[in-house]
Nanobody
Framework: EVQLVESGGGLVQAGESLRLSCVTS????????IGWFRQAPGKEREGVSC????????YYADSVKGRFTISSDNAKNTVYLQMNALKPEDTAVYYC??????????????????WGQGTQVTVSS
């Protein structure tokens, strides 16, 4: 059974940093594209960042480029999202996602088959 378990969310002030973690299990880590989506209250889910199978490529939404960094630790089957210079508009529930796709797409949340339970990130101004 595929499982994605996020952690690391919290309440921070604007300009501060957080690192989200996603511990995965139930599949071969390198065989899946893995990424992060977020959803703010009253808004649609938004792709934030992802990395492809074999960890080829890193992709970011324009809204987070230069501030967020995705990384992974294959030995721990874990993906991280380092979030710096946080803004109030980054407030959302952040979800870890995974899929067998060869072409990970941040614009299509329906493409991603597996989702974690989410972790809340709140940025105060």
């Amino acid at each position: 059974e595929v499982q994605l378990v996020e952690s690391g969310g919290g309440l921070v002030q604007a300009g501060e940093s957080l690192r989200l973690s996603c511990v995965t299990s139930g599949f071969t880590f390198d065989d899946y594209a893995i990424g992060w989506f977020r959803q703010a209250p009253g808004k649609e889910r938004e792709g934030v960042s992802c990395t492809g199978r074999r960890r080829h490529g890193e992709y970011y939404a324009d809204s987070v480029k230069g501030r967020f960094t995705i990384s992974s630790d294959n030995a721990k089957n874990t993906v991280y999202l380092q979030m710096n210079a946080l803004k109030p508009e980054d407030t959302a529930v952040y979800y870890c996602v995974a899929d067998l796709t060869l072409f990970p797409d941040l614009l299509d949340s329906n493409e991603w088959d597996y989702w974690g339970q989410g972790t809340q990130v709140t940025v105060s101004s």
